[in-house]
């Protein structure tokens, strides 16, 4: 055998390789995983995270105007999208800012928190009444809000379970695709992101 030139049984076998990987049903999925590539994320850290108006609930009931994300320019906004309210995940995740609402959240001052999902907004007022969930809700039922985002997801009919945390100047400063609502670091990262924008208030004298 000659060095440096590949046998003839070699090159046939190459070739019948290089054949297979070409078939259409690779090249398909070749395509398909180009296509899920490509598919939007929504904003990412330093963009400018896009406005938003929602019908919105408290613990109080449905709020009566809408909410809109600029009405909260010059704090820290917490943009939670969850899948379903009453669901074991995000009721834990929900329960989880309550139970922890002072250290993750500053106790609310300078800090926003807005949860968003496809339920209803009298599902999620009696939803954060029962719970006495501290936070806002906002109803996305049609998932345009989840579009905007890169969290709705169209095979379950439910938005994803993403995070956003947007600066007083109206940027995103942290990204958590998903956010993992059992992983203690998830929250860590969460409040050491909010605390960097929104520095707890000392009420000492």
């Not at 007083?168 to 998830?186: E, Q, T, Y």
């Amino acid at each position: 055998m000659t060095h440096g030139v590949m046998p003839r049984r070699w090159l046939s076998a190459a070739a019948l390789l290089i054949g297979a990987l070409a078939t259409p049903a690779v090249a398909q999925q070749a395509a398909t995983n180009g296509a899920a590539a490509a598919e939007p994320t929504g904003p990412g850290v330093g963009d400018v995270a896009p406005d938003i108006t929602l019908a919105a609930a408290s613990r109080y009931g449905v709020l009566r105007d809408p909410v809109r994300l600029s009405d909260y320019r010059g704090s820290t906004v917490v943009l939670a999208f969850f899948p379903k309210a009453r669901t074991k995940g995000c009721t834990a995740q929900m329960e989880a800012y309550r139970d922890q609402y002072a250290t993750l959240f500053n106790n609310g001052r300078g800090v926003v928190v807005l949860a968003v999902s496809v339920d209803a907004d009298t599902t999620l007022a009696a939803w954060a009444r029962e719970k006495d969930f501290p936070v806002l809700f906002g109803s996305d039922p049609d998932s345009k809000i989840g579009q905007l985002y890169g969290t709705a997801n169209a095979k379950s009919g439910m938005e994803n379970r993403n995070l956003f945390v947007i600066g007083p100047d109206g940027r995103v400063a942290h990204v958590a695709r998903p956010f993992n609502v059992l992983s203690a670091k998830a929250y860590q990262e969460l409040g050491a992101v909010v605390d960097s924008l929104a520095p707890p208030v000392n009420d000492e004298p």
